[in-house]
């Protein structure tokens, strides 16, 4: 689950999930785009994930979205 993610990983996924590009986490995280890249992919290789709405329902259920969110 979410506890063998960094907190950088996970706060990458998270953002990924709300639809944010590599570009605007890395501008917002101060990382470069293919950082974020590296970590979303490294986060989404630990838990499983093949796909953003994939990592969008897991972040549902560790309750870093909800469904009303944007």
Known sequence: G???LTPRERQVLALAAHGRTSTAIGAQMHLSPK???TYRHRAMAKLGL???PAAVRW???EGLM???DD
């Open 59 to 61: 972040a549902i259920r």
């Open 66 to 68: 909800t469904l009303d």
């Open 50 to 52: 093949d796909s953003i």
């Open 35 to 37: 950082t974020v890249d």
């Open 2 to 4: 979410a506890a063998q």
